[in-house]
Nanobody
Framework: QVELVESGGGLVQPGGSLRLSCEVS????????VGWYRQVPGLQREFVAA???????NYGDSVKGRFAISRDNAKNTGYLQMDNLKPEDTAVYYC???????????????WGQGTQVTVSS
């Protein structure tokens, strides 16, 4: 069983910063990629950022220049550094990971349970 455990959410003032973590645990070979999505109740889940093992990254237009994705392969953990937070960033943030369970096999997709980020004055 592969599980994604998220942490780092909370309440922050506009202009403040938070760092989210996503640890991949369980039985697997390697983590191919990590990504972050966010969702407000009643709205469609929105792409935030993604990063492959080689270091390439992509960001949603609304967070470019403010958010930065990274990963620690030794810890099987992905991170999302969020700076200059705005009230419109308020959402539940979900971690996504593509995980290869066995060498040479296609990867499987997993989602974390989400962590609440609230930006308010």
């Amino acid at each position: 069983q592969v599980e994604l455990v998220e942490s780092g959410g909370g309440l922050v003032q506009p202009g403040g910063s938070l760092r989210l973590s996503c640890e991949v645990s369980g039985k697997f070979y390697n983590v191919v990629s990590v990504g972050w999505y966010r969702q407000v109740p009643g709205l469609q889940r929105e792409f935030v950022a993604a990063m492959v093992s080689g270091g390439g990254s992509n960001y949603g237009d609304s967070v470019k220049g403010r958010f930065a994705i990274s990963r620690d392969n030794a810890k099987n953990t992905g991170y999302l550094q969020m700076d200059n937070l705005k009230p419109e960033d308020t959402a539940v943030y979900y971690c996504h990971a593509s995980v290869r369970k066995n060498p040479g096999r296609p990867y499987d997709d997993y989602w974390g349970q989400g962590t609440q980020v609230t930006v308010s004055s």
